[in-house]
């Protein structure tokens, strides 16, 4: 997701809450600088690419070679400075997301979830925000969509840990967004048909700030 306008070392486990929530607000900056310091950034997959359109693998080996992927995720979120990064987004078909995004009460989130699922939420917790969205793999173009501004999504962490990511706001968003991602679909296939064609149309328009994968 865009932001608005030798043995590998596997990264420690995350603390939850009295809820069970990963607190994904910890050591944010030295988690991040890590995985980016042991990865090596990739390019981005844009739409197009059959990758990104069809649901994705699950995970079910969790170990180095996994490690070195959400490493080299961070280092490709970092390169195109997005606040969420999809596996299929530098052309890897598993489903694994990482992301380091803040809410929108400022607090920052930075974590890797496998095999997501997002919970369906009560009605009384379905309050829609049409806010702004772009995505590294429609390189500069932006839309308006209405998302619930709040999320639950469960599944597990590097190592195969169960775990549950909760948010609001933009980070809400965030969760979506990747988790739509890795089932094979973008953020523009929500969007009309009319709104669809000029985000694609502001993607013909514009020049990507990171180096990405041009389909054939």
């Known amino acids: 997701m865009a932001q608005q306008d030798t043995e590998h070392e596997h990264a420690g ?20 600088e890590a995985a980016v310091a042991r990865g090596t ?18 995970v079910t ?7 070195q992927l959400v490493d080299d995720m961070f280092a490709s979120q970092r390169a195109a400075e997005g606040v969420g990064l999809a596996a299929n987004q530098i052309g890897v078909d598993l489903k694994v997301f990482v992301y380091d995004c803040p809410d929108d009460d400022g607090a920052r989130h930075t974590g890797v979830v496998c095999n997501p699922v997002l919970q369906e939420l009560p009605a009384d917790r379905r309050r829609l925000d049409d806010g702004n ?12 969509l209405a998302r619930p501004d709040y999320a639950v999504v469960t599944g597990q962490d590097e190592k195969g840990n169960p775990i549950k990511v909760r948010g609001t706001g933009f980070f809400a968003r965030c ?7 890795l089932y094979g679909y973008l953020y523009i296939d929500r969007l009309s048909k009319r709104e669809r064609k000029d985000a694609l149309k502001q993607m013909a328009e514009g020049t990507p700030r990171y180096e990405v994968v041009p389909n054939d």
Do not use: M, W
């Not at 009295?18 to 900056?29: R, S, W, Y």
């Open 61 to 67: 080996e969790f170990g180095d070679e996994l490690a």
């Open 41 to 58: 950034a990739r390019p981005i997959t844009v739409v197009g690419n059959p990758v990104l359109h069809k649901e994705c693998k699950d």
């Open 175 to 181: 969760l979506q967004h990747e988790t739509d991602h």
């Open 13 to 32: 486990v995350l603390p939850v809450d009295d809820e069970g929530f990963v607190l994904d607000t910890e050591d944010n900056a030295a988690r991040e």
């Open 133 to 144: 969205e772009g995505c590294l793999s429609v390189p500069t173009a932006y839309a308006e």
